[in-house]
């Protein structure tokens, strides 16, 4: 969801309306993404200006990393140290997230930032045999990828992922408004929403937390808007109807959860597991919360690489009348 990230407002096409990230935090997050392997570009794609950072070599099979809401692309940085040696990696900031600018009325709902990014991936051309992972939201957005896009998409990876699930039982998924209470809005608010996420959140100097928590909150009324729309798609959508969705996946999937995740529940991914045709048993880390690519990061690498690996040998069921399908 939040911290580590590069939280400019982009609410609009004008650069004038655009805060621009403190140069403290600019800086830091341009080292922690050239030690990652990483570059910074921007794509025009339609009316959307996607801001993401790419690794590895272009040759290799392709990695989409999602984050999750409010977050931004740096929340993958970490463990993309580990998979550009080995893989092309993108990593995008979302739309209405991060830099990447979108209009003023621009539709943040999990269906239409999944057709936006599609649109983005086939601009970048790494729509073919695409391995996909997401955190939270991100996580449903990987899944809603997965289901429309089965002959393009090869693996899914699911961590801490976002549902509407029957076991959910946390005070936010009993009421995805109490999301608010995650916002940064005030000095002294960081800590706070960071120890709601994380079971040990990493030690960040004061300077450097400082220019982000004035980020964060600068960007507060679009996070807010955000969380609107969660609580919209919570009213529409049901357990069954998002079982219904997540049991049309054909890729072979790797479920990773924190176990002290406050935030969703540990027992959903064993609920999410039963609905995915391909899903390998869930990987639970002790003594990790909500942001595991932040807080386990080798952890989260030392399994997603051999499922990487495993899943590059996998044929699509969909494209081989010699796969049966369950």
Same mark, same amino acid.
């Given at each position: 969801m939040f911290i580590a990230g590069s939280n400019s407002i982009a609410a609009t096409q004008t650069p004038t309306n655009t805060l621009s990230t403190p140069s403290i935090l600019q800086n830091y997050l341009n080292q922690d993404r050239k030690t990652a392997g990483l570059v910074s570009r921007t794509v025009q794609v339609g009316n959307i200006t996607w801001s993401y950072s790419e690794g590895g070599v272009r040759t290799n099979p392709s990695i989409l990393l999602l984050h999750g809401l409010g977050g931004t692309r740096d929340n993958w940085? /970490?463990?993309?140290?580990?998979? *550009? +040696?080995?893989?092309?990696? @993108? @990593?995008?900031d979302l739309p209405a997230n991060g830099d990447t600018r979108v209009p003023a009325d621009f539709d943040v709902s999990v269906p239409n930032v999944t057709e936006q990014l599609r649109q983005f991936v086939t601009k970048i051309d790494i729509e073919d045999r695409l391995n996909v992972a997401g955190h939270s &939201?991100?996580?449903? =957005?990987?899944?809603?990828?997965?289901?429309?896009? +089965?002959?393009?998409?090869?693996?899914?990876?699911?961590?801490?992922?976002?549902? @509407?699930?029957?076991?959910? !039982?946390?005070?936010?998924?009993r009421d995805p408004?109490?999301?608010? !209470?995650? @916002?940064?809005s005030k000095p002294g608010d960081l800590d706070d929403v960071m120890h709601k996420l994380m079971q040990n959140p990493p030690s960040v100097p004061t300077p450097l937390k400082k220019a982000q928590e004035n980020l964060l909150i600068s960007r507060a009324p679009q996070t807010s808007k955000m969380i609107d729309q969660v609580v919209t798609? !919570?009213? =529409?959508?049901? +357990? %069954? *109807?998002?079982? /219904?969705?997540?049991?049309?996946? %054909?890729?072979?999937?790797l479920i990773l959860w924190g176990k002290q995740d406050k935030i969703f529940n540990v027992e959903v991914a064993g609920e999410?597991?039963? &609905? &995915?045709? /391909?899903? %390998?048993?869930?990987? =639970? &880390? !002790?003594?990790?919360?909500?942001m595991p690519m932040i807080e386990a990061e080798q952890q989260v690498a030392d399994h997603y690489l051999p499922f990487l690996a495993k899943s590059q040998k996998f044929k699509n069921p969909l494209a081989d009348k010699l796969i049966q399908l369950n």
């Amino acid at each position: 969801m939040f911290i580590a990230g590069s939280n400019s407002i982009a609410a609009t096409q004008t650069p004038t309306n655009t805060l621009s990230t403190p140069s403290i935090l600019q800086n830091y997050l341009n080292q922690d993404r050239k030690t990652a392997g990483l570059v910074s570009r921007t794509v025009q794609v339609g009316n959307i200006t996607w801001s993401y950072s790419e690794g590895g070599v272009r040759t290799n099979p392709s990695i989409l990393l999602l984050h999750g809401l409010g977050g931004t692309r740096d929340n993958w940085n /970490r463990v993309a140290h580990y998979l *550009t +040696p080995y893989y092309h990696v @993108i @990593i995008p900031d979302l739309p209405a997230n991060g830099d990447t600018r979108v209009p003023a009325d621009f539709d943040v709902s999990v269906p239409n930032v999944t057709e936006q990014l599609r649109q983005f991936v086939t601009k970048i051309d790494i729509e073919d045999r695409l391995n996909v992972a997401g955190h939270s &939201l991100g996580g449903s =957005i990987a899944t809603v990828y997965a289901s429309q896009y +089965p002959f393009d998409t090869q693996s899914l990876f699911l961590l801490n992922s976002a549902g @509407i699930y029957k076991q959910a !039982n946390t005070s936010y998924t009993r009421d995805p408004y109490s999301l608010k !209470n995650l @916002i940064v809005s005030k000095p002294g608010d960081l800590d706070d929403v960071m120890h709601k996420l994380m079971q040990n959140p990493p030690s960040v100097p004061t300077p450097l937390k400082k220019a982000q928590e004035n980020l964060l909150i600068s960007r507060a009324p679009q996070t807010s808007k955000m969380i609107d729309q969660v609580v919209t798609l !919570n009213r =529409i959508y049901t +357990p %069954e *109807t998002f079982a /219904r969705l997540t049991r049309t996946v %054909e890729a072979p999937t790797l479920i990773l959860w924190g176990k002290q995740d406050k935030i969703f529940n540990v027992e959903v991914a064993g609920e999410l597991k039963s &609905l &995915l045709k /391909r899903a %390998e048993t869930p990987v =639970i &880390l !002790n003594n990790v919360g909500h942001m595991p690519m932040i807080e386990a990061e080798q952890q989260v690498a030392d399994h997603y690489l051999p499922f990487l690996a495993k899943s590059q040998k996998f044929k699509n069921p969909l494209a081989d009348k010699l796969i049966q399908l369950n």
